[in-house]
């Protein structure tokens, strides 16, 4: 089955600074790949998608990129906030069959003032 | 904006009890999931759900688990004899077409 491998665990940036985080994916025929904000105590909330046709998805401080060559993507958060301190999960599934999402391990972002 | 509901917030049992965990999709979704949650690690898939039948399930999800859509608006989970490794949050999840899926807010299950 899929497997999804999320890096870095937990990420500490400065106020205004940007994160990254990577997460490699295993099966080839996945083509949805979701991220999810989960703050202490609430449910995951979904912050952007990318589908296997495109390469690049933003919005506002927010970006996506999708290597499907080398099942990579990854969450970009610009100009960060102390409001994005959460952890973000990524999230692979194959589509047309509404099947079950596989979530990565989680990364902890700490943005500090 | 429409939410997906779970009740109870909070259900405490005990080992070898049965519990149900209640959920009301989006009106408009079709497929639904049941995902969990133990403290401080990932989501993990349970089980989905599609015209009144049990699309996908995971190895989670063995003989003690089973989900209902009593009514077109409740979706549940019931454990038949909870263990306390059952002990985690539950999110119930919808989704209209397939792409985006919404959680609920979840019901976290302590067994003692």
């Known amino acids: 089955g899929e497997n999804v491998e999320q890096h870095p665990s937990t990420l500490s940036v400065q106020e205004g600074d940007s994160a990254v985080i990577k997460c490699t994916y295993s099966d080839s025929a996945s083509n949805y790949f979701p991220w999810y904000k989960q703050e202490l105590g609430k449910r995951p909330q979904l912050i952007i998608d990318?589908?296997?046709?495109?390469g690049e998805k933003k919005d506002q401080r927010i970006a996506v990129t999708l290597n499907k060559t080398a099942k990579h993507f990854s969450l970009h958060i610009t100009e960060t906030q102390p409001e994005d301190s959460a952890v973000y999960f990524c999230?692979?599934?194959?589509?047309?069959?509404?099947?079950?999402?596989?979530f990565g391990t989680g990364t902890r972002l700490q943005v500090t003032l | 904006e429409p939410e997906v509901t779970q009740t109870p917030s909070h259900q405490v049992t005990q080992m070898g009890q049965e519990v149900i965990l209640r959920c009301v999709p989006i009106s408009n979704h079709l497929y639904f999931y049941w995902y969990r949650q133990i403290l401080g690690q990932k989501v993990e898939f349970l089980v989905s759900?599609?015209?009144?039948?049990?699309?996908?399930k995971s190895e989670i999800f063995d003989d003690q688990f089973s989900v209902e859509r009593p009514d077109g608006s409740n979706f549940t989970l019931k454990i038949r004899s909870t263990k306390l490794e059952d002990s985690a949050m539950y999110f119930c999840?919808?989704?209209?077409?397939?792409?985006?899926?919404?959680f609920g807010p979840g019901t976290r299950l302590t067994v003692t």
């Open positions: 759900f599609y015209n009144n039948e049990i699309s996908e």
């Open positions: 999840a919808s989704t209209q077409q397939g792409y985006e899926q919404y």
């Open positions: 990318i589908r296997s046709n495109v």
């Open positions: 999230a692979a599934n194959l589509t047309g069959t509404a099947s079950k999402l596989t």
